[in-house]
């Protein structure tokens, strides 16, 4: 089964951490990619950058709008992901619980079922 385990950034709460808090979150993240690459589970991983750049695109009347993203009035916003393949729930929210932000008090990680995925590589080739 395959899972995203997102990660949900809130700079308010980022910002009020130590360095030395901030520093142990992000250097595990490389032990859990360690511990996801072992098991086989791990399918991929991204981090985004800061939001300060992001933008939304939308569509009206058939001409493209570009508004400050992500989203309006938002505290928080969608920081990374780890899609991962494992054989159940429980072992997706066992994952989950391992990613560092998941200690973070007023952090979390949303887990959600992946029902559809393609790797559209197949369609470069002729």
């Not at 595990?28 to 791990?42: C, L, P, R, V």
């Not at 929210?93 to 790797?119: T, Y």
């Amino acid at each position: 089964m395959k899972f995203m385990l997102i990660m949900h950034m809130n700079p308010l709460i980022w910002d009020a951490l130590t360095d030395a808090e901030r520093q142990e979150v992000m250097s595990g993240h490389g032990a859990f990619m360690d511990t996801i690459e072992k098991s086989g589970e791990m399918l991929g991983t991204a981090a985004l950058a800061d939001i300060s750049d992001s933008v939304v695109v939308g569509v009206r009347n058939g001409v493209r709008t570009v508004t400050d993203g992500p989203y309006l009035e938002a505290k928080e916003y969608l920081g990374g992901y780890y899609l991962v393949d494992c054989e159940s729930r429980e072992r997706a929210l066992e994952l989950a619980a391992m990613i560092p932000d998941a200690a973070v008090e007023g952090l979390g990680i949303e887990v959600r079922q992946v029902v559809f995925s393609s790797d559209r590589a197949d369609l470069d080739t002729p």
